[in-house]
């Protein structure tokens, strides 16, 4: 029983002590890839759609615009009570036909089609704006999808391994060399470690379902298993992301549109003042005497200027200073987001250092002189399993870890449309 022991401690030993947590291999059948997932939902996200629906809609206001207003067509008389029927003999008697046409003054309705243009490349950045929301979120659920994954490998390795651990030292027991207690505590150990596979288990089938709704798939379709995931090279500074990413974000560039567009509005509200003009064209029948030809031209007089036309440059001005300090806004979320990604991927860098050169070796070499210690009888068996769930947390931890530094990046990626993962 003795040489039995000591082999499966060896081989727990051996599984748990290497220097480094190595990366998972796939699993043989056609593991998922990040930029499969990507492409499908390109293709098949609806708010895309929408968003390339809403850019088409705007277009179509363009030649609205430009148009002239629709003419007006008038038909009437004046005689008896009978609908268009005259009085024979009186010539104040007539059936008449009128048209009107409108023209807006010169240079209004050049602006308003400019309006219409600027709205249409303000649309078109929310497809950019949904297309990086999109596949942001995409990134994010596969990484932590990826992160899952592992925990589940690595915790379902150490709970065949300390039950195996509680095994040995249940016949320790029996043989006298051991506790009752620490029979009880690895015992307790493995349903705790059963306990938290029922919960990884619970948020792997949250994000299937996470990323089946993304590519319009299915909410129950099954997702296999993700293929290796290398961690991404940062090679980026702070200022770089900011002057490459926040100046050229959708956001940023629609408001741009947007400014612009209010800017136009301001010089279509001061030409406002100018009158519009109407030409009419109208035609007169009476009874018994000639036909009758008229040409009349209207115009509006803006006589309530200081309350209408003053008040409608008024408004397109304030409209014009929202916008810019809306941009300012915008500008400084970004410039946070930017910085708080930035700074949650250093720390994973750097934590991933510390796991992959200190914590993962320390711990695996004080498991193996706990071990050591354990089999002469000098160490009592809640250290060893002191020192077994500290090489468990530090494995888990450092591929928890790998999974956010990918998140972080991936977020940067939505914010400043800089490729950093892949």
């Known amino acids: 029983m003795k040489f039995a022991v000591r082999i499966a401690l060896i081989l727990i030993l051996a599984t748990l002590a290497s220097p480094a947590p190595a990366q998972q291999s796939a699993a043989p059948s056609e593991p998922v890839k990040l930029a499969d997932l990507l492409a499908e939902a390109e293709r098949n996200h609806p708010s895309l759609k929408a968003a390339a629906q809403m850019v088409e809609a705007r277009r179509a206001r363009i030649s609205q615009a430009r148009a002239l207003p629709d003419p007006q067509v008038s038909l009437g008389y004046m005689g008896d009570f009978a609908p268009f029927k005259t009085q024979p003999g009186d010539p104040s008697s007539y059936r008449t036909l009128g048209v009107m046409q409108e023209f807006p003054y010169p240079g209004k309705r050049d602006l308003r089609a400019q309006i219409a243009e600027k709205d249409v490349d303000a649309a078109r950045w929310e497809i950019e704006l949904a297309r990086r929301r999109v596949l942001g979120e ?35 027991y029996k043989l006298g060399k051991g506790l009752q207690q620490d029979v009880f ?27 089946n709704a993304l590519l319009q798939r299915p909410l129950d379709a099954p997702l296999g298993p993700l293929a290796p995931l290398e961690k991404a090279v940062f090679a980026y500074s702070l200022d770089e992301l900011v002057e490459r990413g926040v100046a050229n974000h ?8 947007r400014i612009a567009q209010s800017q136009l509005a301001v010089r279509l509200a001061e030409r406002e003042r100018f009158p519009d003009f109407g030409v009419g064209w109208d035609y007169q029948q009476r009874p018994g005497m000639p036909e009758m030809f008229g040409l009349k031209f209207t115009v509006n007089v803006p006589i309530f200027y200081k309350t209408k036309q003053k008040q409608m440059v008024t408004e397109a001005a304030s409209e014009r200073n929202a916008a810019r300090y809306q941009r300012e806004s915008l500008r ?29 070796p320390q711990s695996t070499l004080t498991l193996e002189a706990s071990l050591a210690a354990y089999q002469t ?46």
């Open 138 to 172: 995409v990134r994010v659920a596969y990484f932590e999808m990826w992160g899952v994954d592992r925990a589940l490998e690595v915790t379902r390795k150490n709970k065949d391994l300390l039950a195996t651990l509680a095994r040995i030292t249940e016949e320790r």
């Open 377 to 422: 009888g000098s160490l009592e068996f809640q250290s060893v399993l002191a020192s077994f769930l500290g090489v468990l947390e530090f494995e888990s931890s450092y591929y928890e870890e790998l999974a956010s530094f990918q998140k972080a990046l991936a977020r940067l990626e939505e914010i400043t449309g800089i490729e950093l993962v892949k």
């Open 185 to 211: 505590r690895a015992q307790l150990e493995v349903t705790r470690l059963l306990q938290r596979l029922t919960v990884l288990d619970l948020r792997r089938a949250t994000l299937v379902g996470q990323l």
């Open 332 to 360: 400084t979320v970004l410039l946070f987001q930017v910085k708080e990604q930035f700074l949650a991927a250093r720390a994973s860098e750097e934590l991933l250092t510390l796991y992959t050169k200190a914590l993962v």
């Open 250 to 257: 959708p956001e940023i560039r629609q408001q741009d549109e």
